[in-house]
């Protein structure tokens, strides 16, 4: 790793809280170099000295290095064994439900759960945790208006019962809105939710280390329920999944043993 990355990496761990150094290298190295160079900036030493004193500078890093890649129902089969065999399974236990959705992105991962949930309990039984990094995207996930392009695996059904159109966007109706509490959270430094029946973690696990994976997962692990359901992205399938206190229950969902 060049001295110029590593101190750069050094920077912003001691400037945002984030260390860089737990994120696959190349990947992120990669990313970083391309978005630095598009801002005239020849090396990560002379991005730093002006990024620590922009603000608008340092969200777009922050936009950049959290992937926020998003839609609704996405990878559309998973959630059908969500809806279908998950969620009537956490029914039979209780009947009000704690979900963690973390690192959610611009909201949709979020909305989509509440709307699955809808169609089964009333949704103030339903508290829905949402996480990410990504102040920008938080604040995107609480406005709730989409594109189109979120929206492509959104049945018209779906459409016309939870988003009201508005011009070329769709917003989300109040109600879906109401069971969803956004909150910063970075997972690799502060403190996990507890007593979880449902934690949400797709598609950003892939990013991390091996090291800062195996953490990430015990702390799942720490924050569900027994009997509970960890649903991991469609690269995630954990290898060891007992490791960390799980079983498997279904493809890339695992359910915490007693």
């Known amino acids: ?41 020849k090396n990560f030493h002379s991005y730093f000295q002006t990024l620590n004193g922009d603000p608008a500078l340092l969200d777009e890093f922050l936009d950049r290095m959290t992937i926020n ?6 990878n559309r ?32 991962e979020p909305y989509t759960l509440a709307m699955i949930l809808s169609k089964y309990i009333p949704l103030r039984q339903v508290e829905i945790i ?9 604040e995107r996930a609480e406005a709730g208006r989409y594109h189109e392009r979120s929206l492509k695996e959104v049945s018209n059904e779906v459409k ?6 508005d011009g070329p966007l769709y917003e989300v109706k109040q109600e879906i809105k109401n069971c969803v509490t956004f909150k ?3 997972l690799l430094a502060d403190r ?12 950003v696990l892939i990013y991390f280390t091996e090291e800062a994976k195996e953490s990430i997962y015990r702390k799942f692990s720490s924050s569900l ?15 060891s999944p007992q490791k960390y206190g799980f079983d498997v229950y279904d493809t890339f969902f695992y359910i915490k043993q007693h």
């Not at 704690?98 to 909201?107: E, L, N, R």
């Not at 329920?225 to 290898?239: K, L, M, P, R």
Request: aromatic residues 12%; hydrophobic residues 35%; proline residues 1%.
């Open 160 to 165: 016309s019962e939870y988003f009201i159109k």
């Open 1 to 41: 790793m060049s001295s110029d990355y590593q101190e750069f990496i050094q920077q912003i761990h001691n400037k945002t809280g984030i260390d860089l150094s737990l994120y696959k290298e190349a990947q992120m190295k990669r990313r970083l170099t391309s978005l630095r160079e598009k801002r005239g900036y």
């Open 225 to 239: 329920e027994d009997g509970a359901i960890f649903f991991v992205g469609s690269t995630e399938q954990i290898f």
């Open 130 to 138: 949402a996480t990410d990094l990504d102040q920008n995207a938080l």
């Open 69 to 74: 890649v998003s839609e609704f129902y996405r």
């Open 184 to 186: 910063k959270h970075n």
């Open 77 to 108: 089969k998973r959630f059908e064994v969500l809806e279908n065999k998950v969620i009537p399974y956490l029914l039979q236990k209780k009947k009000s439900l704690k979900i963690w959705s973390a690192a959610c992105s611009t909201g949709e």
């Open 192 to 203: 996990y939710e507890k007593s979880c029946d449902l934690i949400v973690c797709r598609n």
